[in-house]
């Protein structure tokens, strides 16, 4: 085989890998459901398969996803919501009987199964709400944010451009 064809399709296995990290999963409430976010790297065009879980008592339950078949008895009460590098999934009516360790499981399609996945254990007393400015500084890089607010901080005479 031609070494510039080895190095190639090494480089190319090693970014298809990579393009499947999760990088982190948080849960809120809003109003009385809760929200997952789970972000993750998305360095490829290849589609990434996913899948929400519960594990409640050692027993894994699918919420949402395709990879595995979600259980009747969540498919009413989800709601799913994909950007680039961001997948949000809601359960609708959450109450300490849905408490227990949350999964984010992702990876490449048509690629060997190796999963990236992140947990996060959920207790209805100590949920945060989820808040819109903090979710728009968490999403937002903090330049372009100053550049949305010197129009702002002008008209009031802070700054004189």
Known sequence: MN??????????????ARGQKVTSLTACLVDQSLRLDCRHENTTNLPIQYEFSLTR??????????????????????NFFSKYNL???????????????????LHLSGQTPIVSNRNVSVLRDTLVKCGGISLLI?????????LLSLPLLQAMDFISL
């Open 138 to 146: 968490q999403n937002t890089s903090w330049l372009l944010l100053l």
């Open 57 to 78: 008592e050692t027993k894994k339950h699918v919420l949402f996803g395709t990879i595995g078949v979600p259980e009747h008895a969540y498919r009413s009460r989800t």
């Open 3 to 16: 070494p510039t064809i080895g190095i190639t399709l090494l480089l190319t296995v090693l970014q298809v």
């Open 87 to 105: 997948k949000v999934l809601y359960l609708s009516g959450f109450t300490t009987k849905d408490e227990g360790t949350y999964t984010c499981a």
